[in-house]
T-cell receptor, first 114, second 118 residues
């Protein structure tokens, strides 16, 4: 079974600074898909960024980027120029292939201070 | 509707009662997922539907849990004889998943139902 590990239960960053959230996963597959989701207090899960394992180039979405290290099975999220609205729970997720569910880590709570 | 809709938003029930949680996916989404989120935990997969069939129900924690989907749209998660450990937020998601190359298709989530068993 695939497992996703987020080793940082809580992180804190000052506004305008950069923070990196860690995620590792375990799989025997060569092709798969990785995601970062954001969950604010409203409980609404929002997709932040996604990465296909067969792509070597790291995905970026505005202030959000990932560092995908396939050999190390690592998928960290970097948030640049942090904003107060970035405060939320962040979940790393893995999907093996079509027809399979997303497997989630336990999440990292991100606090953004003024 | 524009997004995934779940009802009720909150449900308080007495131990031993049955509850039904409803999920209305985005129109046209063939895949539907149920997850459970307990306090301080990640999202625990419960069941996956493709159309009206459930190819993966491996996450249902016991036979007190069941789910169905009708017309390839609305899904209902039923918990019989609720127990206090069933207290959690139950999240539903839908996507266009299906076919090679679409695995990265975004899963859209509802806002969940917070179930409290007293």
């Amino acid at each position: 079974a695939q497992t996703v590990t987020q080793s940082q239960p809580e992180m804190s960053v000052q506004e305008a600074e950069t923070v990196t959230l860690s995620c590792t996963y375990d799989t025997s597959e060569s092709d798969y898909y990785l995601f970062w989701y954001k969950q604010p207090p409203s409980r609404q899960m929002i997709l932040v960024i996604r990465q296909e394992a067969y792509k070597q180039q790291n995905a970026t979405e505005n202030r959000f980027s990932v560092n995908f290290q396939k050999a190390a099975k690592s998928f960290s999220l970097k948030i640049s120029d942090s904003q107060l609205g970035d405060a939320a729970m962040y979940f790393c997720a893995y999907r093996r292939k079509p027809g399979y569910a997303l497997n989630f880590g336990k999440g990292t709570s991100l606090l953004v201070t003024p | 509707g524009a997004g995934v809709s779940q009802s009720p938003s909150n449900k308080v029930t007495e131990k031993g009662k049955d509850v039904e949680l409803r999920c209305d996916p985005i129109s046209g989404h063939t895949a539907l997922y149920w997850y459970r989120q307990s306090l301080g935990q990640g999202l625990e997969f419960l069941i996956y539907f493709q159309g009206n069939s459930a190819p993966d129900k491996s996450g249902l924690p016991s036979d007190r849990f069941s789910a169905e989907r009708t017309g390839g749209s609305v899904s209902t998660l039923t918990i019989q004889r609720t127990q206090q450990e069933d207290s959690a937020v139950y999240l539903c998601a839908s996507s266009l998943a299906g076919g090679q190359g679409e695995a990265n298709t975004e899963a859209f989530f509802g806002q969940g139902t917070r179930l409290t068993v007293v």
